[in-house]
């Protein structure tokens, strides 16, 4: 092996890995084109023409860092969110701002709770700092805030990971819940809660900005990366108290912002109207999956999301074998990866042409799939 | 304090610190506008138009996360190069790529091996992994090797830092003592060769890559910020063996790029008569500022980088009034952090406008410094 032979003993027993494989990949490992790019939780969509126009101007201010303070984006969604810019730390996406929160809060060997099927991305960080992953299964396809709660306490643990609406699911507490585990975590728990899906849910899944600003173990994540569509962009944001918000600036990469990237954050912001109307082609089309799944004998779940999640009645061999039939036909989509969650796939809402596609493709699949039996 | 109450006992001990303070900050701060940015080693010349249209072309595909393979860029950086892709790593910047590298390497208390007065970025991410700085003072303004590896061995450090050409002193050494030095040292020390200056050093100052590719305990860092004028996109990559590259993928946010910014770096690495051109007026640049220190009693030190840092002859609190009285005049500069670096002061090339100011400005700004001793 041609690598350094003193990396630390930690990094040493980590794989080179990626939480998800890339359709880019897929496409160069399988010789196949994606056609219809339905399984990111992208919005094809995309962002509003005032955001593009924006980037496009943007473009002859590259030459510049972006400001390492970010000031006038944590400005501009202070104002959004009626708090103070102080509250705010702005990341690489929720992503980035993961990693830092593990970095931030888990030596080796320090227990994190999450659910079992749960965003893999933050499981890969607790991995990568050492820690030791406490999962909870779902119970009829949502988050267990109970038994999150009784793991917490069980472990001590020092942090909790829950995703409002969540991904893989699409699944949803409402507001009340969400507010109600909060409160009752100890103190010497942090509580991640991701709610890159936030705009997308039903009124009354969100709690107010209010509920919870200030509980000093509570950091709530967003993104620009779906409803905003701007996935590309990696700009994510952290909202929480003074004190935590601080706390990315002991670590975090300063200068790591790209500049397009935050005006077009800037732009959508400020594009109220857009991001009203594309929540509603985001639940038109969530409906127009459901649908199609319909119509092919298998049953979508209630989604509060930009994707939608679809039992197909069987297990993860069968799944797989959807999702990799699909491929064939240029439909990339996901799935799940463990059961039981991984009866389902999972479909990314996007334009009309992608949707027929998808409704040209899928029942050839599933008759492939069953006559392969 | 309103901070979450079990950070890790590291990320307590650790200041909420930004290693630069920036440009936009400043003019907060003090009520200052900038009119000529010549102080964070950007580029005023921009990228190549043809850079600029790609990035207007890119943004329509910003709702899609770019490949976290990166594969399209690494194979084109490996043709570039004359390498495979496999020995290429790419990350955000320089900055976030140092950051990975400590994390790999760096347990608390290890000892890390820099220059007195080198990039505080570095210095930052070793704080901020816990590890022991050892430094070692620059000669006659140059990173001194032998004292670099003498604490090396000394300290038995398993991470050593050397920026050729160097910030903040403009200096360099030539390929062969660069070389020698990597093959000197233990095969249980990693050394980041720095060469975020590369492209703007006179011939032989950097080593051919096929000269360092097989050694394990080497990565080179190379980045679009610098000659390539891409500051704000964020990309900077790490040239190693390919375990090394591999390395990278243990632990960085695989889905972490830019897309926008990605193919600025592909359009860039296209337009390769945009960039023989910006190396010229780069170093005509260099000559300018040069002039205009001798024009004013001041000595510049030879540079090989895009800026030129100008010994002003007396000691840090005077250059520090040099560099206050230029930002008066909107002309933003930087000067180094620690004695004996800071007599001088370090101003980036930039267009004829940004020059004119400096020029006018400067005489103003000594005579006033000059009168109120």
Redesign the interface.
Known sequence: ?????????L?QT?????????P??IE?NRGLAVRA?LG?N??????APSV?EA??KA???????????N?ELREALALHHGISRDNIAVG??I??LL?EIV?????PGAAVVTSLGGYP?FNYHVN?FGGRLVTVPYVADREDLDSLLAAVRRENA?LVYFANPDNPMGSWWDADNVVSFARALP????LILDEAYGETAPAGTIPSIDALI?Q??VLRMRTF?KAY??????IGYAIG????A??F???R?????????VQ?ALAALEDRAYLTDVIARIAASRERISQIAFSNGLSPLASATNFVTIDCGRDGTHARAIVDGLMEHGVFIRMPGVAPLNRCIRISVGPQDDMALLEEALPQVLQRVANSK
């Open positions: 092996m041609s690598a350094f032979s003193r990396f630390t003993p990094a980590l794989p080179s890995t990626v939480p998800f494989v890339g880019e990949a160069r790019r990111a992208e919005s094809g969509f995309g962002p593009l980037m496009r473009a002859e201010t590259t030459w510049m860092y972006s400001d390492p303070e000031f690489g996406g992503d980035g990693g970095r931030l809060v888990i030596e991305t990568g020092p103190e010497t728990t942090l200030g000093p173990n990366s569509g701007l996935a590309g962009a990696r108290t003074l004190g935590n601080q706390a600036d002991k670590i990469n300063h200068f790591g912002m790209a500049r397009v990237s077009a």
